[in-house]
């Protein structure tokens, strides 16, 4: 059975970094979109980044752009969220999720919702 | 940019009752965009619903979506404990490329 499993979250200071990674057991996430969640304490679901395994495609959120990189290994087992100049409001628990737009036979369904995810690394911007 | 509203914010009921719960698009969507998660305290979120109304594997069929354009629901019957918790609604779209409502919680 695939899991996510999620680490590198921890306390930092603003205007730090972090890089978070997503490992992917059981599977590699070759043939599917990639993303990174994150939930602020107490708030709702925000969607950080998206990743394509099959083309290496990338889209951000308007407030990480240029602060957040998402990446993958070559082997497309593990998925990293490199987060430069962060800020306070960018604490979070951050999950790793899976979309899989296409069936069994590789047909394009055009379904795009999160079907797997990870249990969240938290990570924390204060002073 | 879409905007999701879920209502009402909270919902206050008994097991075996029955909830509904609503998602409503600034514009109208297509359905096949449409999603609802469920999230336990200290929990991932759990896909329920895709494609508005299909049922995600091991979902009970007494949980079902329905709707289309602006409005969807969320309906849940014979509440059992472990439903007590919060939904979101999510939209595929373009900008941003996914899309959450601010959610629902569900308590006893």
């Known amino acids: 059975e695939a899991q996510l499993v999620e680490s590198g979250g921890g306390l930092v200071q603003p205007g730090g970094s972090l890089r978070l990674s997503c490992a992917a057991s059981?599977?590699?996430?070759?043939?599917?979109?990639m993303n990174w969640v994150r939930q602020a304490p107490g708030r709702g679901l925000e969607w950080v980044s998206y990743f394509s395994g099959r083309d290496s495609t990338t889209y951000y959120t308007d407030s990480v752009k240029g602060r957040f990189t998402i990446s993958s290994d070559n082997a497309k087992t593990s998925l990293y969220l490199q987060m430069n100049d962060l800020r306070t409001e960018d604490s979070a628990v951050y999950y790793c999720?899976?979309?899989?737009?296409?069936?069994?036979?590789?047909?394009?369904?055009?379904?795009?919702?999160?079907?797997?995810w990870g249990r969240g690394t938290l990570v924390t911007v204060s002073s | 940019e879409i905007v999701l509203t879920q209502s009402p914010g909270t919902l206050s009921l008994s097991p075996g009752e029955r909830a509904t719960l609503s998602c409503r698009a600034s514009?109208?969507?297509?359905?096949?965009?449409l999603a609802w998660y469920r999230q336990r305290p200290g929990q991932a979120p759990r896909v329920l619903i895709y494609g508005a109304s299909r049922r995600a594997t091991g979902v009970p069929d007494r949980i079902s979506g329905s709707g289309s354009a602006t409005d969807f629901t969320l309906t849940i019957n014979r509440l059992e404990p472990e439903d007590f918790a919060v939904y979101y609604c999510q939209l595929y779209g373009s900008s941003p490329l996914f899309t959450f409502g601010q959610g629902t919680r569900l308590e006893i």
């Open positions: 999720a899976r979309v899989n737009p296409f069936d069994e036979n590789g047909y394009f369904t055009g379904l795009w919702y999160f079907d797997l």
């Open positions: 514009e109208s969507v297509s359905g096949t965009y």
């Open positions: 059981g599977s590699t996430f070759g043939p599917y979109v």
